[in-house]
């Protein structure tokens, strides 16, 4: 199973880089950033842009994998969004993944003045998007009419490194955005259902786990990703809490865990030190 980490995008450019090529460094599979215009408790702190964020972090490393955690359709539109995604692939020498999701309430939902939508018209959307993203990655040009989106002559030159383009990772909890993400993506993720107890928390991942496996017949693949802190334990607050959540995660299957940079306040609080730690655990390919 791989391992990556989420570095939150709050740093300028001289510790971006350094963060990024530690993980590099540590071994780890693969590093993401959120794609968030504003985020929970941490909206009074600096917080960059991702794309931007991304690029620093595609020229600070030669071998990781790097990828958005996750975009959403709040704020982002198919083409400009593949364009983003194809350069981010050229300029990491192809090692770049499109983690989308839905899009939750709240400030990135809100940004443009537009009311919230209702679950089932956030999933119709979200099904617009990833197909059509995902088209726009594959082809030289695209046009296309829908119910949310249209795209007219859209050129994505030269196109993606990865063939026949790089990855693409859906989010999904509920049953009709997880048949999106095994219809039109290469891997599904999961934060599971919110509790605050840990066991519960779990007994909810295995159900959903039970239930993609349902939706994809048997079939192999899609790689499957579990977001381990939404747990209501952080998984790197001790190296016994990071040795635990990742063997429950393998036990049900999953291909990738993402865990986050362990930060002093707030949101993720830990000790680097567990970081460097549960780096340790890592055999090549940033596998447990």
Avoid at 199 to 209: K, P, V
Wanted: hydrophobic residues 40%; glycine residues 10%.
């Amino acid at each position: 199973m791989r391992v990556g980490v989420v570095i939150l995008p709050q740093f300028d450019a001289g510790e971006t880089t350094a963060r990024w090529k530690a993980l590099q460094d540590m071994g780890f599979a693969h590093g993401w950033t959120y794609d968030h215009l504003a985020w929970r408790d941490l909206s009074d702190e600096p917080w960059h842009a991702t794309m931007p964020t991304l690029t620093v972090a595609a020229l600070a490393t030669t071998t990781l994998r790097i990828g958005t955690w996750v975009t959403s359709p709040n704020f982002r539109h198919p083409v400009t969004l593949a364009k983003d995604l194809m350069t981010l692939d050229v300029l990491s020498g192809g090692r770049m993944i499109a983690g989308i999701g839905a899009g939750g309430l709240g400030w990135d939902s809100r940004v443009f003045g537009h009311a919230d939508l209702p679950p089932r018209e956030r999933v119709d959307r979200l099904s617009e998007f990833v197909e059509l993203t995902e088209l726009l990655l594959r082809q030289p040009v695209t046009t296309w009419h829908g119910e949310h989106y249209d795209a007219v002559d859209a050129h994505l030159l030269p196109g993606c490194v990865q063939s026949p383009r790089l990855p693409v990772v859906v989010a999904a909890n509920g049953p009709r955005s997880m048949r999106i993400a095994a219809r039109h993506a290469d891997a599904w993720a999961t934060t599971g259902t919110p509790s605050d107890d840990l066991d519960g928390w779990w007994r909810g991942i295995a159900e959903l786990s039970h239930r993609f496996t349902d939706i994809v017949g048997g079939r192999t693949g899609p790689d499957r990703y579990l977001s381990l802190d939404s747990a209501p334990v952080f998984s790197l607050s001790s190296l016994d809490a990071f040795d635990d959540a990742v063997g429950r995660a393998a036990a049900l299957g999953f291909t990738d865990v993402v865990t986050h940079w362990p930060r002093a306040s707030r949101q993720y609080v830990g000790d680097p030190a567990v970081l460097a730690q549960a780096a340790g655990r890592l055999r090549p390919g940033g596998t447990v």
